[in-house]
């Protein structure tokens, strides 16, 4: 098995016919034809239907098109990490963040991470558990920094970064704040920012300890943004991270709920594919992330 078949193996997979697959490759069609009958001999399976309607993978093409890019990305991180070490000022970083992070210790690392590699390219993305962690699997992202409660990922390697602190939160002026009590808190509408398969069970863990009940109704919303909207213009009580109160409230018309009892703080965790070894870049900014995050915590 080569890389230049898997690759136009993935390209065909990709465009679903070789002349798409020959024109992205910058190949003949002849030599992508070649490629993937190379493939098949080697692996001793058909990858896919040929007919009129065009090229569909079969049941082992769809099998291996998961490792296929798996592998394609992990030569490709490798090359980028040779380059790294023999100048030390190159390479593609990519990661997933949440906006807790983004807030609490993106902007100092990211400027410290920047002194050290000036001409690394960065691509951050805003994380979201379910939707990143096929991205981590492909190699698409490096790691993860998110809120991860302890115990639900166990096919991955997941470190705990630093604790941050939750709380609920109102628009100005909403009813509740006239004469609140923390016997209103089942009886209203909240709004998590997480999405809907973390989410409960993220909500129950703010509530762990016991002296507050569980909200009855719950909206959840994978958006920081929409739900700092929505909660300013509406009856809902949203859950945020401490850190929006200075920086992101005064421009929501939001202020804190006064909880008798403050809402348990979530780990902000890294999470990567078990056994994984970063890029030196990729690693350097870990380290940065990590350094900002002890300060955190004096």
Not at 159 to 184: C, K, N, Q
Request: proline letters at 6%; aromatic letters at 8%; one cysteine or more.
């Amino acid at each position: 098995m080569k890389t230049h078949q898997l690759r136009a193996f993935l390209a065909v997979f990709d465009h679903r016919s070789v002349r798409g697959a020959a024109r992205a490759l910058n190949l003949t069609q002849p030599a992508v034809t070649q490629a993937i009958k190379e493939l098949e001999a080697f692996l001793g399976v058909q990858l896919f239907h040929r007919g009129a309607s065009g090229v569909i993978p079969t049941i082992f093409g769809e099998a291996l098109e998961k490792r296929a890019r798996i592998i394609c990305l992990d030569i490709e991180r490798a090359g980028n990490e040779l380059e790294q070490i023999r100048d030390g000022s190159k390479g593609v970083v990519s990661i997933a963040i949440s906006t807790a992070a983004a807030l609490d210790v993106l902007p100092p690392a990211f400027a410290h991470f920047r002194k050290n590699y000036p001409h690394v390219e960065l691509k951050l993305n805003e994380a979201s558990i379910p939707s990143s962690l096929p991205k981590l699997m492909s190699g698409e992202i490096e790691f993860i920094i998110s809120q991860v409660l302890p115990g639900t990922l166990p096919d991955w390697d997941v470190s705990v970064l630093y604790e941050t602190s939750m709380i609920a939160a109102v628009r100005v002026g909403h009813p509740i704040l006239e004469a609140f009590s923390d016997e209103d808190v089942p009886a209203a509408e909240w709004l998590l920012p997480y999405d809907n398969e973390s989410g409960p069970a993220l909500f129950k863990q703010l509530f762990s300890g016991g002296y507050l009940r569980l909200p009855s109704q719950i909206v959840t919303c994978t958006s920081t943004a929409m739900g700092l909207r929505l909660v300013g213009s509406s009856d809902l009580i949203g859950v945020f991270v401490k850190t929006m109160v200075a920086s992101e409230f005064p421009h929501y018309g939001l202020v804190e709920l006064p909880l008798t009892q403050a809402l348990a703080p979530l780990e902000v965790c890294v999470v990567t594919r078990k056994h994984a070894f970063l890029t030196p870049a990729a690693q350097n900014f870990l380290d940065c992330l990590r350094f900002y995050a002890n300060r955190l915590q004096k």
